[in-house]
């Protein structure tokens, strides 16, 4: 089974910052694994995605991500943070076998705040 | 249309009340999702749709929860008898195919239930 733990539900980092959001999976396959972005009221949008190839992936707004299969990992970073980086980023692990196919599943956000 | 788009945006029901939540996906798009967002958590699944056929309804809490898209295309989902537990930003996402990686998202309704 698929699951995701993201580590600290707060995070926040001065404008200019090195921004660092930590993830980890589960997962019984060869993950798919993406991060979103939701600004409030909004929808969730797509930063980056990793499935297969490069294990470092670039995204949106300079944000990048590295998949470490050892450490079943995939920490997001910035390496400088900007005032309109203040948002809640989730990370998600695609399933693509067996009877959840196509099913996201989310961890629990964390919460950026980026200080003047 | 160019985004996925949910209405109403808002929407407040007394308990015991019904509702229905709307979802008109990115046209073309074969598979859409309907995810629920409580307070404070990442979205959970609710039900999937691949055209008009409902391949998967294992999230939904209870048989109080429905979804229908018979025209593959928009889709509700209907709450009976809602519960203030219910309370939540429902979320509809849609995607050209199934796997189809990084699947567009609405920006969903919020619905309290008082």
């Known amino acids: 089974a698929q699951s995701v733990t993201q580590l600290g539900s707060h995070v926040s980092v001065s404008e200019g910052a090195l921004v660092l959001l930590r993830c980890n999976y589960s997962?019984?396959?060869?993950?798919?694994l993406f991060w979103y972005v939701q600004y409030p009221n909004q929808g969730l949008q797509l930063l980056l995605k990793?499935?297969?190839?490069?294990?470092l992936v670039k995204g949106i707004n300079g944000f990048e991500a590295e998949f470490k299969k050892s450490e079943t990992s995939f920490h997001l970073t910035k390496p400088s943070a900007h005032m309109s980086d203040a948002a809640e980023y989730f990370c998600?692990?695609?399933?693509?076998?067996?009877?959840?196919?196509?099913?996201?599943?989310f961890g629990r956000g964390t919460q950026l705040t980026v200080w003047p | 249309g160019a985004g996925v788009s949910q209405s109403p945006r808002y929407k407040v029901a007394k308990r015991g009340q019904d509702v229905a939540l709307r979802c008109d996906p990115i046209?073309?798009?074969?598979?859409l999702f309907w995810y629920q967002q409580a307070l404070g958590q990442g979205p959970e699944f609710l039900t999937y749709?691949?055209?008009?056929?409902?391949?998967?309804k294992s999230g939904l809490p209870s048989d109080r929860f429905f979804a229908e898209r018979p025209e593959g295309s928009v889709s509700t989902l209907k709450i009976q008898r809602t519960q203030q537990e219910d309370s939540a930003v429902y979320l509809c996402?849609?995607?050209?195919?199934?796997?189809?990686?990084?699947?567009?998202f609405g920006s969903g309704t919020r619905l309290t239930v008082v």
């Open positions: 996402a849609s995607s050209l195919t199934t796997g189809t990686y990084g699947y567009t």
């Open positions: 990793y499935t297969t190839g490069a294990t």
């Open positions: 997962s019984s396959v060869p993950p798919y």
């Open positions: 046209s073309g798009h074969v598979s």
């Open positions: 998600a692990v695609l399933n693509m076998g067996g009877s959840t196919l196509g099913r996201l599943y």
């Open positions: 749709f691949q055209n008009e056929a409902q391949l998967d």
